[in-house]
């Protein structure tokens, strides 16, 4: 969550407009995506030894592949070219803001802004099961084991990454 709300975070403010963060790695502005995360940590009994982050981030792009569903970039978006090691500084300032709330175990402030910030929260819309089965409800957020919670006639169900995905 840390890492994701960093991005976004940077992101909002280069733009000065509203970033959200699309369960459960990417980052939209405007009903588009702007970038992807990858996190893989290794374990060591119930503690993380360590963690990769990876972070695909659209800047200076002009054009996409007409197959790929909705990207942006910063540059499509300002229409101006940026300075990578400028968009890079507001990153890092921010990496480290977050990664400080996560050394001193705040996960109720990160949980809590993390979920203000979910792509989608509280709309109507369709996921589509890894079993092909389309469900129709609400979004409501994330638990702490990082399950989607979403709100289908009435019941709440969880999903782990991989078995859904938006339509």
């Known amino acids: 969550m840390a890492f994701a709300l960093a991005i976004r975070k940077s992101i909002s403010d280069t733009l000065n407009a ?27 009994g119930q503690k993380i030894k360590s963690a990769i982050l990876g972070l695909g981030l659209n800047v200076n792009e002009e054009s996409f592949d007409e197959k790929l569903p909705n990207p942006t970039s910063l540059r499509i978006l300002t229409e101006k070219e940026w300075n990578l090691e400028r968009v890079w500084s507001a990153i890092e300032i921010n ?10 175990r705040k996960f ?15 709309d109507s819309m369709t996921l589509l ?20 919670k979403f709100l289908h006639n009435g019941d709440l169900l969880l999903f782990n990454f991989h078995e859904v995905r938006f339509l």
């Open 18 to 44: 509203p970033v959200y963060v699309k369960w459960p790695n990417d980052i939209y502005v405007a009903d588009k995506k702007i970038a992807g995360l990858l996190i893989q940590s290794a374990l060591q």
């Open 108 to 122: 109720n402030l990160l949980h809590e802004e993390y979920e203000q910030m979910l792509y989608k929260r509280k």
């Open 95 to 104: 990496l480290r803001i977050y990664y400080n709330l996560l050394a001193d």
């Open 129 to 148: 099961l890894s079993s092909n089965a389309e469900y129709r409800g609400q979004i409501l957020g994330v638990n702490e084991r990082g399950q989607l």
